[in-house]
């Protein structure tokens, strides 16, 4: 199971600390070119349609904008990179009345299809595959729309506009297209919590992602774990929802391993940038503990066959 990290043109480049690090890449103008800056190329990338970003400008840009941005992106990218390129996706945070979502749903649907062909077009190389987006807002929605994909000849699937719903409805959400498209060929957009990633771990989904370690940063926050705990910097101004911390806690992350009072000052952006991938390292080691824990968990499991013996 893999956490991509996502990444924009003006966030720490996580590749140079971490070089295995699974990327997620927005076809946004701004993120062109972006990857000729990394040191190490992402072995593993998702590039994203940004429909969050352009769904708050005026029009929406045609498809082939926005997947011509993607192959300027992939055409900076290792060969021997596993990527996904995900279509042109409707986002349903906006959307409160029923005959809203069922034509977001609707439009959705019809970018896949027409995304699908142009992807099929171009033939591209084999290392890179298209992905579905799986949109819903009840189970229903949700079945209807993976089975869609499915007919249009969709293997990778993602599902998205999981934000700013509850975490017992997301992971109820996450089962119900995991019910239809299989668990290992699903992606989750958009993660941050930790409960979720414990179902997800559960649920044995193929990926997520999350923007929280850079998000965090940019708020003045601090991540440590063993246990999983979160600290605004004591210069911060932000209201205090966690507990303060003035002085940087024991680290053997990339950055504190050089000098660890770098994450604690606030600004400018270069240290932001130093205090996400501080962040990323702890998200990801909770992330790999829950994991690794779960896989132990099942290693004591005794089959349902010998316990009926006993
Ligand atoms: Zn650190």
Same mark, same amino acid.
């Given at each position: ?117 142009? !992807?099929?077009? #171009? /033939? =591209?190389? %084999? ?6 987006? +799986? ?8 079945? !209807?729309?993976? #089975? /869609? =994909?499915? %007919? ?6 993602? +599902? ?151």
């Amino acid at each position: 199971m893999d956490f991509y990290i996502g990444w924009s043109h003006s966030d720490a480049i996580f590749c140079d600390y971490f070089p295995t690090c699974p990327v997620l890449i927005s076809a946004i103008p701004d993120n062109r070119g972006g990857v000729k800056k990394y040191r190490n190329k992402p072995k593993k990338l998702i590039l994203d349609c940004g429909s969050v970003f352009y769904v708050k400008q005026k029009s929406r840009p045609p498809l082939k904008d926005v997947f011509d941005i993607q192959l300027s992106i992939l055409e900076d990218c290792d060969s021997t990179a596993k990527i996904q390129m995900v279509h042109f996706d409707e986002p349903l945070l906006n959307k409160t009345s029923l005959s809203e979502r069922y034509m977001a749903i609707e439009r959705t649907l019809f970018n896949a299809y027409e995304y699908l062909n142009l !992807f099929n077009k #171009y /033939e =591209l190389p %084999k290392f890179v595959q298209p992905m579905g987006v +799986i949109q819903g807002y009840d189970q229903a929605s949700i079945e !209807f729309s993976a #089975y /869609e =994909l499915i %007919k249009m000849g969709y293997e990778n699937f993602g +599902i998205g506009s999981l934000l700013f719903k509850h975490q017992t409805e997301q992971i109820e959400m996450i089962r119900r297209a995991v019910d239809v498209v299989g668990s290992a060929n699903l992606h989750v957009f958009g993660v941050t919590g930790i409960p979720q990633l414990h179902a997800m771990v559960d649920i044995g989904v193929k990926s997520f992602d999350s923007t929280r370690p850079t998000m965090a940063a940019a708020f003045f926050q601090v991540f440590y774990s063993r246990p999983f705990r979160t600290f605004f910097l004591s210069e911060s101004r932000a209201k205090p929802t966690s507990p303060r911390l003035e002085n940087p806690l024991h680290c053997e992350c990339p950055v504190c391993e050089i000098n660890a009072k770098q994450i604690f000052i606030p600004s400018p952006r270069e240290y932001m940038k130093l205090r996400s991938v501080h962040n990323y390292y702890h998200l990801l080691r909770t992330f790999k503990d829950i994991l690794e824990n779960k896989q132990r968990r099942g290693e004591h499991v005794v089959p349902n066959v010998l316990r009926a013996r006993n």
